[in-house]
């Protein structure tokens, strides 16, 4: 019975949210007409930037990294016994991950333009 309590809520939150979103976003666009803005201009607003073609690229990086750190803190607290640092090394490895994909990343950017 809790569970189906708990569902109900996070289904009528997210309905009210979703609802609350439509609304003051058709308010937000009638304001802008209001305003004397042509319709290609609010396009322009509410259009999404491009995605980079390298995010595939990043994600890997990232997951080969925490793959390799999570091995080695697994490694590392059965062999020495020291089950408390697997946490902290499974964080910095994915930290690690996600600084060499952001930087490979740029780098690709740069040599793409």
């Known amino acids: ?13 997210s309905g009210i949210v979703s609802s609350l979103f439509i609304y003051y976003r058709s308010k ?12 290609e201009e609010i396009l322009a607003l509410y259009r999404k930037p491009s995605a980079k073609g390298n995010w595939l690229l990043k994600l890997g990086i990232i ?22 640092i697997i946490a902290p090394i499974i ?16 780098k690709v950017d740069k040599e793409e333009s």
């Open 28 to 39: 937000e666009r009638q304001m802008m007409i209001e305003r004397g803005m042509a319709a």
């Open 63 to 84: 997951a080969i990294i925490f793959g390799v750190f999570l091995g080695f803190a697994i490694h590392v607290g059965i062999s020495w016994n020291y089950e408390e």
């Open 91 to 106: 964080i910095v490895g994915a930290g690690i991950g996600f600084i060499a994909a952001h930087k490979l990343g740029e």
């Open 1 to 13: 019975m809790e569970g189906a309590v708990v569902f109900l809520v996070l289904f009528m939150v």
